[in-house]
């Protein structure tokens, strides 16, 4: 069973920094892209950040990049998220997802249940 | 830049009925690239669709998806109690995309 796992969420204040990670189990996690999606308090889904298989590329949304860093480690299964600088329009659960490929379309097959960010002095 | 827009912004049927969510894309996408997720709240979005018509592993038939070019639809051919809940459309094009989603309440 496939199983993704969030942790180190928290409260920041402005400005700070937070590091996420993800436990992936259940799957051949080396085989896989994955992803950071983010969902703010009442809001709708939006796409933060993809890393390829062995890490070797990286995209980020606009809002995220310079600040954020997406990152794995293949032989722990473990999927990380480094934000630093972080804004008040950062808070959201982050979710981890694991992403596969149709051809040219990237889309994500399975979610973790995700950890809850709040930026606030 | 694509947008995607979903409509209704909020469809309220009854159990048993038959529900259609419309995603649009501002600009024409290949007709293989449009995901349908459900997410019900507390939970994480689960995947539905992909390809804009496969279904994903375990989902129920009564769910379908279909279109191209720009319109997309996500029929649910006849609504259970815990179909309730909101779904997002996500395309690839640059990067990733989400529609605003739509929400299915109990009438």
């Known amino acids: 069973e496939v199983q993704l796992v969030e942790s180190g969420g928290g409260l920041v204040q402005p400005g700070g920094s937070l590091r996420l990670s993800c436990a992936a189990s259940g799957f051949t996690f080396s085989n896989y892209w994955m992803s950071w999606v983010r969902q703010a308090p009442g809001k709708g889904l939006e796409w933060v950040a993809n890393?390829?298989?062995?890490?070797?590329?990286?995209y980020y949304v606009d809002s995220v990049k310079g600040r954020f860093t997406i990152s794995r480690d293949n032989a722990k299964n473990s999927l990380y998220l480094q934000m630093n600088g972080l804004r008040a329009g950062d808070t959201a659960v982050y979710y981890c997802?694991?992403?596969?490929?149709?051809?040219?379309?990237?889309?994500?097959?399975?979610w973790g249940q995700g950890t809850l960010v709040t930026v606030s002095s | 830049e694509i947008v995607l827009t979903q409509s209704p912004g909020t469809l309220s049927l009854s159990p048993g009925e038959r529900a259609t969510l419309s995603c649009r894309a501002s600009q024409s996408v290949s007709s293989s690239y449009l995901a349908w997720y459900q997410q019900k709240p507390g939970q994480a979005p689960r995947l539905l669709i992909y390809?804009?018509?496969s279904r994903a592993t375990g989902i129920p038939d009564r769910f379908s998806g279909s279109g191209s070019g720009t319109d997309f639809t996500l029929t649910i051919s006849r609504l259970e109690p815990e179909d309730f809940a909101v779904y997002y459309c996500?395309?690839?094009?640059?990067?990733?995309?989400f529609g605003g989603g739509t929400k299915v309440e109990i009438k």
């Open positions: 390809g804009a018509s």
């Open positions: 997802a694991r992403g596969r490929w149709l051809q040219y379309f990237y889309y994500f097959d399975y």
């Open positions: 890393i390829k298989e062995d890490g070797s590329e990286k």
């Open positions: 996500q395309q690839y094009g640059s990067s990733v995309l």
